[in-house]
Nanobody, 121 residues
Framework: VQLQASGGGLVRAGGSLRLSCAAS????????MGWYRQAPGKQRELVAC???????NYADSVKGRFTISRDNAKNTVYLQMNSLKPEDTAVYYC????????????????WGQGTEVTVSS
């Protein structure tokens, strides 16, 4: 299973970006998918996650500005980021938890390669 993230870039404060992350390989199902970020000199932190049923969870710092969604048929997770702030600058990583290749065995947890988001003031 591989995760390919895309959509990062440079944007001015107040702008928007949409990140995408597609999982590929022999996938039967994926439990939770999420986005994490790591700013320079800081630890990686959860931004948002979504279950296969569509339940979501957000970091307090992004509530009301970011929206996570997923397309289970495409094994793809999205992160719509609006009203971006300079403090959102970080490398964003997607994550897939319990990516099963067969239904009777727990799958592994995988990370994408990261996509850089830079928000200028």
């Amino acid at each position: 299973v591989q995760l390919q993230a895309s959509g990062g870039g440079l944007v001015r404060a107040g702008g928007s970006l949409r990140l995408s992350c597609a999982a590929s390989g022999s996938i039967f199902s994926i439990n939770d998918m999420g986005w994490y970020r790591q700013a320079p000199g800081k630890q990686r932190e959860l931004v948002a996650c979504i279950t296969s049923g569509g339940s979501t969870n957000y970091a307090d710092s992004v509530k009301g500005r970011f929206t996570i969604s997923r397309d289970n048929a495409k094994n793809t997770v999205y992160l719509q980021m609006n009203s971006l702030k300079p403090e959102d600058t970080a490398v964003y990583y997607c994550n897939a938890e319990n990516a099963r290749t067969v239904p009777w065995r727990r799958g592994g947890d995988y990370w994408g390669q990261g996509t850089e988001v830079t928000v200028s003031s």
